[in-house]
T-cell receptor
């Protein structure tokens, strides 16, 4: 069975601090996709990144970066120089190749204080 | 591209009434749409998969007769909560899959349902 674990329920940081959100997944399949979504207080899910299981290259997009390590089944997300607008719930998710079911982690609530 | 809308964004209804929530793909045709439910401070739980022109596939534990799903066109799926009760109060989010890109879903802004 597939599973996504986000062990950090809530994280609080002060603006400009760096913060890493952890995501550990479980699957026996070799082909799958991993995602990160942001859910601000408005509720809408904002797509951040999609990564397939064969691409372990780390990715950087502005202040956001992702570290994918198949050896530890982890797909961690780092925000550099956090800002108040980064305050939201962040979900990591997994979907197996050629299936429809997106499996979400329990989410990490990030609060960035000024 | 890949914009999904939901209507209404917020609805309050009395216990025993039915509520319809619409999910539309605005700039693409979606043969498959998904309905999720999210309780406060919890994750998203898939309720059902909606396929255009056929019956929806419900996840285990989801009452088909209570949560009616209709996907009558390639851009519209509706979720009707029938005979709503306070325990049905929740945040309902739909998503749609872009054709030929099975793995990526685009989400609507969600509908907050409050049943009094």
């Amino acid at each position: 069975a597939q599973k996504v674990t986000q062990a950090q329920t809530e994280i609080s940081v002060v603006e400009k601090e760096d913060v890493t959100l952890d995501c550990v997944y479980e699957t026996r399949d070799t082909t799958y996709y991993l995602f990160w979504y942001k859910q601000p207080p408005s509720g809408e899910l904002v797509f951040l990144i999609r990564r397939n299981s064969f691409d372990e290259q780390n990715e950087i997009s502005g202040r956001y970066s992702w570290n994918f390590q198949k050896s530890t089944s982890s797909f961690n997300f780092t925000i550099t120089a956090s800002q108040v607008v980064d305050s939201a719930v962040y979900f990591c998710a997994l979907i197996l190749y050629n299936t429809d079911k997106l499996i979400f982690g329990t989410g990490t609530r990030l609060q960035v204080f000024p | 591209g890949a914009v999904v809308s939901q209507h209404p964004s917020r609805v309050i209804c009395k216990s025993g009434t039915s509520v319809k929530i619409e999910c539309r793909s605005l700039d693409f045709q979606a043969t498959t749409m998904f309905w999720y439910r999210q309780f406060p401070k919890q994750s998203l739980m898939l309720m059902a998969t909606s396929n255009e022109g056929s019956k929806a596939t419900y996840e285990q534990g989801v009452e088909k007769d209570k949560f009616l799903i209709n996907h009558a066109s390639l851009t519209l799926s509706t979720l009707t909560v029938t005979s709503a009760h306070p325990e049905d109060s929740s945040f309902y989010i739909c998503s749609a899959r872009v054709p030929r890109v099975r793995d990526t879903q685009y989400f609507g802004p969600g509908t907050r349902l409050t049943v009094l």
